[in-house]
């Protein structure tokens, strides 16, 4: 796997400080922001949202990084992330109240815009079952003092930790009657979180308020709008997390049919294939997500890397099956190379919810091993056996791949995306 700019860094400052014996003898090592500058910017250091993006000395030493004051850090085994529960809950659906003029529920570019359509469309009023709420308390603010238990990943013990005035960040908080919402807002899809992200301001209003805190993660993405609520059983404790409810909603109308999905499988015209790679990020929603992302701005690959819920393997493939579809281009005239959307995607990325799936199924159905594929899972009612997707592959005529051992990987990819168009339907 290739190194990012960051695991560099924290490799200097665990050799220059013997960071691994410190927490071998004395179970954590206390670091300060001016110690991490000395190798880069401590902001660009510390953001580890998601446990892939932690360097590789963290996730190869199941080590995790906390602030504990304006300036300091403590690193060690934490128990620091929580995956995200799957779920099967129905999209429900909402309306922007129809004055609404200066929102566009097509157009979401921000965290802030996302939490402003959720508020306007009535989202967070049905998920926090209260109608009378306002737009409280956000932005940066200091913690205040507290101390907390954490769990230890190696050793299955508990760390006590002592917070003094460090830096927190509230999206956005929402009052009701009976209780305070605090949200925290992704425009990225993940596999876990930073329970950091929740806990800290839980723990600063718990000390401030009398009403039910209530700690609650968004995510938004191709136009649905995921909510998780989640309480901490044990105040004091950082590892205590459990879910309470989860919902997602949409303004726009996502019911999708069987005959639609069979309307592009009929009607697409088989393409060429690239000589790209044929595709292994299994994660279709993924690849949406990417697109959405990276229409904002060009981005390297380090940029992928580092910003968003991928490792540098999963950044390269991740970005080859957007390219192997024609959703991203990739610049060759300079280093770093650079991804931008395509002009195709620009466009698909700007229709309404159910025509931006159907297009998405159109990439993916205009390739023969996913459209033949599809053909048998529809004539079966099931997903073709793994041997009869391999025979579909090899007489589709796939760019570079020289071994049964790769085509079985790959043969995954056409499963996940087969049962990403299948999901779709609504009826």
Known sequence: ????????????????????????????????????????????????????????????????????????????????????????????????????????????????????????????????????????????????????????????????????????????????????????????????????????????????????????FLVYTNGIYRLYEYTFEDTQNYSSLRLVKQRNYSVEDTAISASDIQDVLNSVQIVEEPKIAFPQADKFERIINLCELVSENKLSRNDVTEQYAFDARQTNYYTDAARYLGLLDKSHDKMPLVYSISDKCREILNLDYKKRQLEFCKCILSHRAFNETLRQYFRNGAMPPTKDILGIMIDSGLYNINSMETFKRRASTIKGWLNWIVSLISE
């Open 1 to 216: 796997m290739s190194s990012t700019v960051n695991d560099f860094a924290w490799r200097r400052l665990f050799e220059k400080y013997d960071i691994l014996h410190h927490v071998d003898v004395e179970g954590s090592f206390r670091i300060s922001a001016d110690q991490i500058r000395e190798f880069r910017e401590p902001r660009l250091m510390v953001k580890f949202d998601h446990s892939i993006n932690l360097p590789k000395l963290f996730a190869e030493n199941n080590l995790a990084i906390l602030p504990i004051t304006r300036g300091d850090y403590v690193i060690s085994h934490f128990d620091a992330y929580h995956s995200f529960e799957e779920t099967n809950e129905q999209v429900i659906r909402v309306q922007m109240p129809s004055y609404i003029q200066s929102l566009d529920s097509s157009n979401i570019p921000s965290e802030a815009i996302a939490l402003n359509c959720a508020v306007a469309s009535g989202i967070i009023a049905d998920f926090m079952e209260d109608s009378d709420i306002l737009a409280t308390v956000s932005g940066r603010m200091g913690s205040g003092s507290f101390s907390f238990r954490i769990g230890d990943l190696v050793n299955g013990n508990t760390h006590q930790i002592d917070v003094s005035n460090s830096q927190i960040e509230i999206d956005a908080a929402y009052e009701g009657v009976e209780s305070l919402a605090l949200l925290e807002a992704k425009r990225d899809l993940s596999d876990d979180f930073l329970i950091r992200q929740l806990y800290y301001p839980f723990r600063v209003w718990t000390n401030r308020i009398t009403k039910p805190v209530r700690p609650i």
